[in-house]
């Protein structure tokens, strides 16, 4: 396990990735942390400063200064604004007679060399010397090097009462299984699960989150390093979704063990965020522009893996850019920040439309619960509130309607309710009648297109669903789901069926007509607006919960007054 982590530490970033991990390693050992990392705002020289007692009991003021992978003479005392001599000066003269807090004025102050990995032999003698040089009364060094925080990892972290010895083969396997992205996700799920199932209060609560954080870390840096993102990605979402059903209760609360739940919550979604767009930067972005680029990649001879890839895919983007839009709007206080990422989600759009266009597999869902990865596109473009976006948005629900009605008439891989691969790759049966009734016996895949085109007021769209509907799909039960009592409970870890369906709809009515008819049950079930993450303005987490476990994606979001979120990232 401790060479699980000394690769882990040593692949490790300097910025947002190795100076995020040093607070939460910090806080579990006892100390008091006093400055987090922060960008935009001078720093000299100290990445984190914490307040804490030595082996004696003393308490000492201690200023670190992170450095990623080996300490090499470049970064010890090359060109670069990164390297770590300047920085060492910064916190001699500057950040020490300014910066520390008045009550912290009196106790001695250690300065530590933090490095992912070793100080190279070639520099050793420069360090040593310099350390001697400026060690004087009440300011002393030391050296955490990855063997040593590898140690305090392990020791802080994993010990016994934290990892029980039965849960680390789940993270050994977990990562032994990176080239088998399912089963590498199945035992990290297995983790985490074990991780969450005794959270009674703060203390176990804050625990638990940090292990899973830390947990998600090490998967990441692996799969990051063989070059195979899927099973980080899934971790992620999984990790996301169980450490704010963890924390959810502790949003409001101004104690200290409450604000350190959300603290490291937040410490989880930024690392979801980052997961999330190296796997989408990596892998998906660069090939959206080639025709058939990404369908290519997914190499297989079989229409339907590429089919189901593809919307997978294309469900996966779509929530990067709904994440891009919360920040945007959450943080109206920074422009810099809001700017930043309006053009990121501007960026995500633009990918996602090459993708569609360059993949004609994504006009052709095979599956019906694929509604779920169109919605979740179908919102990101009609939130940019371009008109451009809006008429691709409509061109392309008529594309897949146009498509699906074709290949039902014609017995040809046309939208099913089945699930199962092994069901699905021995689908469509040609000429069975009773087989084509049997798996579109129900739909949310057209009524949520009919509702897109009354939003969008495409009344030739409209019409042509409802034409759909009386012709061909007479016996399909169009439905819209709807989160119920039971939703709040379940949603996040998905441990119960749930969730209201509102059947039966016949599609005689207006467009008009009809958005009223949806929203007014959105009105009349408002276990939405129940709901923690709708409450506390975290709203995208439903749509990562609805993704990562198949479940329709609540049409309250057609409502734009359920898209808030004001203030939320400036209050965390």
């Known amino acids: 396990m401790k060479l699980i982590i000394k690769q882990y ?36 020289g100290v990445d984190v400063a914490a307040v804490g007692k030595d082996d ?35 916190i001699i003269d500057a950040y020490i007679p300014t910066r520390i807090p008045p009550e912290h004025k009196d106790k001695e102050i250690v300065i530590c060399l933090c490095i992912g ?22 300011l002393s060094f030391i050296e955490w090097n990855g063997d040593k925080l590898s140690d305090l990892i392990l020791s802080t972290f994993l010990k016994e009462k934290l990892l029980p010895t039965e849960s680390r083969p789940l993270l050994r396997k977990s990562l032994a299984l990176i080239d088998e992205p399912d089963a590498s996700f199945t035992y990290y ?31 990441f840096s692996w799969c990051r390093d063989a070059n195979n993102l899927e099973s ?8 996301l979704l169980y450490a704010w059903d963890i924390s959810k209760g502790q949003y409001g609360k101004k104690n200290k063990n409450a604000v350190e739940v959300q603290y490291t919550f937040i410490s989880i979604l930024r690392l979801y965020h980052s997961v999330s767009f190296t796997f989408l930067g990596l892998k998906i972005m660069p090939y959206c522009g080639i025709n058939h680029g990404l369908s290519a990649t997914v190499r297989s001879s079989n229409k339907l893996d590429v089919n189901l890839k593809l919307f997978d895919i294309l469900g996966r983007l779509a929530l990067a850019g709904i994440w891009s839009y919360w920040i945007s709007i959450t943080s109206r206080s920074d422009e810099a920040l809001r700017l930043r990422y309006l053009k990121e989600q501007e960026i995500v759009i633009r990918k ?7 993949n004609p597999t994504l006009s052709s869902p095979v599956k019906d619960d694929q509604a779920i990865d169109v919605f979740i596109a179908a919102l990101l473009l009609y939130i940019s509130e371009n008109e451009k976006d809006n008429q691709f948005l409509a061109e392309w629900l008529s594309e897949i309607l146009q498509r699906a009605i074709l290949a039902f008439q014609c ?51 409209y019409s042509a669903i409802s034409e759909a509907k009386k012709k061909e799909m007479e016996h399909c039960n169009f439905q819209l789901w709807y989160p119920d009592e039971e939703t709040e409970e379940n949603l996040y870890t ?68 359920k898209r808030g979120g004001e203030g939320f990232v400036e209050q965390s």
């Open 117 to 138: 990995g070793e100080i190279q032999e070639q520099i050793r003698t420069e360090v040593t010397n310099y350390e001697v040089r400026n060690t004087r009364q009440g």
């Open 189 to 219: 799920l297995d983790l985490i699960k074990k991780l969450a199932h005794n959270t009674m209060n703060n203390q176990l609560r804050i625990r638990t989150l940090r292990q899973m954080n830390i947990c998600l870390w090490i998967l």
């Open 494 to 561: 998905n441990q119960e069926p749930h969730g209201a369906i509102l059947s039966n709809l016949n599609m005689q009515y207006t467009p008009d007509e009809y958005i009223q008819l949806v929203w007014d049950e959105c009105r009349h079930l408002d276990y939405f607006d129940r709901l923690s993450a709708v409450k506390l303005g975290i709203w995208p987490l439903i749509i990562v919960a609805c993704r990562h476990y198949r479940l329709p994606v609540p049409v309250h979001f057609t409502m734009s007054e």
């Open 232 to 239: 980080a990605y899934l971790a992620a979402e999984a990790s």
């Open 9 to 44: 530490l040593s692949s490790l970033r300097e910025r947002e990735e190795l100076d995020v991990i040093l607070p939460d390693l910090l806080s579990q050992m006892g100390f008091n942390v006093i400055s987090h990392p922060r960008r935009g705002t001078k720093q000299y």
């Open 352 to 358: 996602m439309k090459q993708l569609i266009n360059n």
């Open 411 to 461: 017995h040809e891989f046309y939208p099913c309710i089945l699930r199962s691969y092994h069901e699905l790759l021995e689908h469509p049966k040609r000429g069975d009648e009773e087989y084509q009734q049997e798996v579109t016996a129900g739909s949310i895949l057209y009524p949520i297109i009919a509702l897109w085109a009354a939003m969008l007021e495409d009344e030739n769209l």
């Open 56 to 90: 004696s009991g003393l308490g000492k003021v201690y200023l670190f200064s992170v450095k990623s992978g080996d300490l090499t003479q470049s970064s010890w005392d090359g060109n670069s604004n990164q390297a770590l001599r300047p920085s060492l000066n910064e």
